[in-house]
């Protein structure tokens, strides 16, 4: 069993940044592949980033790419989610997720997720 905490949302006025943050206590940290979803009103949970577990490799959604960084550092059981140049459709509740080991399917869907946190409030103002 994996518990993992988001924190550092908050409101920003576009164009701000913000950092946050997902704690992750419970089996090994390290094992999992991580990712950030959001999920803004009356929408479904989407895909931001995610970071595998052994190479650090990362991918984006291509509405954040270039502005949003993911990274992880496993000595403190916490991946983090840099938003800079944030913009008023990046509103959401954004949530982090852990992905076992050997899963199949596409690491941008939902459905490959095991365990996920309970989201921090983002709200960017224009």
């Known amino acids: 069993q994996v518990q993992l905490v988001e924190s550092g949302g908050g409101l920003v006025q576009a164009g701000g940044s913000l950092r946050l943050s997902c704690a992750a206590s419970?089996?090994?940290?390290?094992?999992?592949?991580m990712g950030w979803f959001r999920q803004a009103p009356g929408k479904e949970r989407e895909f931001v980033a995610r970071i595998s577990w052994s190479t650090l490799r990362t991918y984006y959604a291509d509405s954040v790419k270039g502005r949003f960084t993911i990274s992880r550092d496993n000595a403190k059981n916490t991946v983090y989610l840099q938003m800079n140049s944030l913009k008023p459709e990046d509103t959401a509740v954004y949530y982090c997720?852990?992905?076992?080991?050997?899963?199949?399917?596409?690491?941008?869907?939902?459905?490959?997720?095991?365990?996920w946190g309970q989201g921090t409030q983002v709200t960017v103002s224009s």
């Open positions: 419970g089996h090994t940290f390290s094992s999992y592949a």
């Open positions: 997720a852990a992905r076992l080991p050997f899963t199949s399917g596409p690491e941008s869907e939902v459905r490959t997720y095991d365990y």
